[in-house]
């Protein structure tokens, strides 16, 4: 649906809730370094208090690998699907499933750096997921599409390219956000409950669409262009309000009808 037709989001209905978080863009500013965001210790607070409140049903579903999220988050630890699910973490105390970088990834990442890495644009190497970072210098995304899409025929069957609202990447088919949370909900603490999903970008669209399917609430947050979200949110402030306001004290009894189903 387009942004006219998505509604502002509303208040959520008592009920057993299932939370998803995507981190940059959703919970943090971007910023045109990856390593330049930092998390406050209020947000850390907020995300341990909803994990309480939710009886361990909040999990992130990230870009980020999870190495990378447990250290911007230290010392907080919640279950994860890093790479758009090709790493996970089931339990805040659990192994990592990790994801190795391929040979073939490893030497078209090694060509597409020496082409843009001294032009002010970030590649990043995420295992499997290669990721180009153009927020700082986005006269050169339309470069670095190019050059990712060039790569893509290089590669063997089962790769695509993902662009997004200040960067490309290039990762496995079967990284997806709609799988991870698929897989979390077959998995207690998740199992039986009604999934709530929030996102900013297009590689966020899969999820949107995995949550709408499963009755579940679909959140982007300052969408741009079309979107699978039923609801919209305006910008990352506003989005902690509502997770604060939702799930960091005792729900409001107020239901709107666009949510019950």
Known sequence: MNNSQAGLTPPLPEGRWALFLDIDGTLLEHAAHPDAVSVSQELRVLLERIERRLDGALAFITGRSIAAVDHLFD?????????????HRLRPDGKIEAADEPADMAALADEIELEL??????VERKGPVLAIHTRAAPQLLARATELVEAALARL????????GNAGVELMPLEAAKGAAIRRFMQLDPFTGRRPVFLGDDTSDENGFDTVNAAGGISIRVKPQGETAARFVIEDVASAIAWLEANFGEPVAPTVSRNLVA
């Open 156 to 163: 063997p069957q089962g790769y695509r390219v993902i662009a």
């Open 75 to 87: 010392p907080l630890k919640l279950r994860i699907a890093g790479l758009y699910g090709l790493e």
């Open 117 to 122: 890495a001294s032009k002010a644009v970030y």
